[in-house]
Each structure stands twice: as C-alpha cells, then as structure tokens.
DNA sequence: CAGTGTCAAGGTGGA
DNA sequence: TCCACCTTGACACTG
C-alpha cells in the first residue's frame, strides 16, 4: 500500500505544472517552459522519497499544449534525456505514478472531434509516460463521460470507442466512477464488456451509489486489476464542511481516514488522497497509516 | 508592482 | 439560448 497526492507540492517552491497563454506559443516559449516543469518534477519526486510518499499524480500540464495543432515541436525525443532520467528514478524508488486527463477528456462525446481531440491528448498522456520507460502500472485515469439523456447509450458509446483506442492507450486507461453521473457499477458493467480496470473514487461512490457498501465495492473494483496493472488504485476524500455535497475538504479528516483504513484492510490498495492541502494531507495520512501492517 | 480578468478544450442545469 | 458552475492556479494585462 502506498499513499499519496496529485500534481501540486506547495512545499517545495516550484510548480511542475507551469503554463502560458496560448497566444504567447512559441516553440522556445515550450522549450523553457518544459525543461523547468520537468526539473521541478524531479524535485517533487525526490520530496516524497524522502517524507515516504510512494505514490504521485503528475499533472497533465507538464507539457503545455501537447495535443494542441500549434505543438508541433517533436518534445518525447527533444526531452528524451530528462525523461528516461525522472523515468529510472521513479522504477529505482518504487514510486507509483497516475496521470488524470483533465474534464475536457472525453471518450464518450456524440462530437467525433470531441473523442478525437480527447484521444490526442490521451496519446500524450500515454507517450509522457512510454518516454519515461515506465510500465503499465503507471495509470491514467479516466471518468465514464457526458451521459446526454441517455446514459445506457453513452456507457455503449464509450464501449465502442474504447475498443478501437491504440494499445499504448488501453494500456494505462482505467476509468473511474464520478459523484454525478456514472456510479462504481457502470463502470463494473463497462469493465465486462472491456477489461478496463476500474478505479474505485471511495468519495465519489459515498455520493453517487446504488446501495453498494465500500468494502463490497473494494474487493471487486480490485478484481479488475490485471496482472500486469499492479495494485489497484484507489481516490480517496472525504466531504468539505461547508460547501456542496461532493466538493472534496481542505484538509484530511484523520477519523474518516482511520475508518477507511478499516475498511479496507483486507484489500492492498494504493490511496489517492483528492484533498485541497495535497502534500500536507498525505503527510498526516502516512502517520496515520504508518501502523498498518500493508504499509510499508 | 499590485490587482485582477481571463485562460484550449465539455457537460450540466437553472434562468 | 445563455450563463454560472465544476475546480484551480497562475498568466499576463491594466493602471
């Protein structure tokens, strides 16, 4: 079991997901840009070697406008070197690593030129992730999609695309539930028809279920993961006080984390914690966690 | 130089 | 049909 947070470490001073206008593109402008991001990156990573975070989300604005038609700079060899570098410290430290396509990324859209732009950047995902040598543990993380007052068509629609995705997509892509549309058994449901691995969100099911308890919905998500998949991953979050059902809190609630933990004893599981102060929960979360006999 | 409007991209739901 | 919201930091323009 490893714990850990996504893309934004405000501890260390630098962001690896630093970005410009769209306006301002130029190749140079890429090129500056990419080489600081992916120096950052390396720092992070080094960060949570060293306070035991074994699991890390890198942000998919490492490369700005990556899938966008104004790049057209060939960045996988022109960054090969760093690359193959962050990649042989992240095998060498046993770091797990997902990547997560932001809400523009859609499998499922009735727009053809939505999937198509959604797979290019899919692509991206998937060649940052090839140029770092990493194999196909390293995830990326997928929700179900629009539902278009139609949901059991839009499940359909994104069967079938999913089908016809490049290999080194299908790979890495898991998909995940969300807290308003698609629950934990649509995606069981599309993992039949596909094998994709299911991501089981403990927060989003808490929202968006049909009846299913956690621990149930635990061992069979798990049991999507293939062999080759590694672990299962898991997000995990708990409610912000004040705001609307389903926004994610600032900070970790240790009772919450504790009665997961529970929870998911009998499951190795590598945690996600979606929470606003990143570093600083997975900090605590670690502690907590340090007793448990799956945490190394 | 501080303050702030805006940023590649989609979907949803309320006005 | 339009707009705020989702969620988010930070770019880059303005005064």
Redesign the pocket.
Known sequence: MKIGY?C?NRSIGC?S?????????SDE?LITTVAGNLTCLQRILEWNIENRIGFFRIT??II??????I?TLPWKEHFQDELEVIGGFIRDSGMRISMH??????L????E??VS??I??LM?HADLLDGMNLDRTAKIQLHV?????DAEQ?ILRFIRTYKNLDSVIQNRLVVEND???FTTADCLKIHEETGIPVLFDVFHHSCNNTGEDTGEMLDMTGRTWGNGDGIPMTDYSSQHPE??A???TEHIDPDDFRCFLTISRPYDIDIML?I?DKEKSAMEAVSIAGSDPRFG
């Open positions: 996504p934004i962001s997901g630093r970005t410009f206008r769209l306006a301002s593109y402008r998919s604005d700005p406008f990556a899938s966008h038609p790049c396509p932001d809400q523009f990324i859609i499922n859209s009735p727009d030129k939505v732009r959604s290019d950047e991206y999609g629009g539902v278009y007052g839009s807290d308003q549309r705001k609307r389903g926004s994610h979606e606003k």
